[in-house]
């Protein structure tokens, strides 16, 4: 049982380049999100999906795109990188909201 | 601005002295969740509470919920070295978004 699986655990980009930061789960939860972590300021939402097709907006989302094609995938996109993105990111799933989060092993990116 | 709000953001104490993190939502919460990230690692959830001024212990760890439930503390007793990491809380003040507190990291002298 893999749970949610993060892809890559490191990176280091230049200013400008784009990626794409895949997340998937093996649980059919149907809730999942994206989170970055910079010190002092904990998790914070970037965006999150309810289920297959469906994506919203978190606290924090400029700079990022998602997509939910299926119930088990949800990547990350970043368009043009920038250094104010140099953070960890996590991914988490669960079978809705105000269920217990299943977090990756996190992405940690470095933008120079 | 961060809707649930999380004190102290650090706390170093003495093995065998206690631990308390508080978390305050500015709105109602139906649930708030408990997690524990230990240094390089990923969030883990510890536990969830549901009702108005609901109390629970998991071993040295008690979490209690507000009457209002908008607030909500994780006390340790006794703390271990084992106890070291960043606890945070986190609800659902606005729909499906998720929302954590800024965490409190907890070091443990030995």
């Known amino acids: 049982n893999a749970g949610v699986t993060q892809t890559p655990k490191f990176q280091v980009l230049k200013t400008g380049q784009s990626m794409t930061l895949q997340c998937a789960q093996d649980?059919?939860?149907?809730?999942m999100s994206w989170y970055r972590q910079d010190p002092g300021m904990g998790l914070r939402l970037i965006h999150y999906?309810?289920?297959?097709?469906?994506?919203d907006q978190g606290e924090v989302p400029n700079g990022y795109n998602v997509s939910r094609s299926t119930t088990e995938d949800f990547p990350l996109r970043l368009l043009s990188a920038a250094p104010s993105q140099t953070s960890v990111y996590f991914c988490?799933?669960?079978?809705?909201?105000?269920?217990?989060?299943?977090f990756g092993d996190g992405t940690r990116l470095s933008i120079l | 601005g961060q809707q649930v709000m999380q004190i102290p953001q650090y706390q170093h104490v003495q093995e065998g002295e206690d631990f308390t993190t508080y978390c305050n939502s500015s709105?109602?919460?139906?649930?708030i969740q408990w997690y524990k990230q230990r240094p390089g690692g990923h969030p883990v959830f510890l536990i969830q509470l549901v009702k108005s001024g609901e109390v629970k212990k998991q071993k040295r760890l008690t979490f209690q919920f507000g009457e209002a439930k908008k607030n909500s503390s994780l006390h340790i007793t006794a703390t271990q070295t084992t106890d070291v990491g960043t606890y945070f809380c986190a609800g659902a003040p606005d729909g499906n978004k998720l929302v954590f507190g800024a965490g409190t990291i907890l070091r443990v002298k030995s």
């Open positions: 709105t109602t919460l139906s649930n």
């Open positions: 988490a799933s669960s079978p809705d909201v105000r269920q217990p989060q299943h």
């Open positions: 999906s309810v289920g297959a097709g469906i994506t």
């Open positions: 649980m059919n939860h149907e809730y």
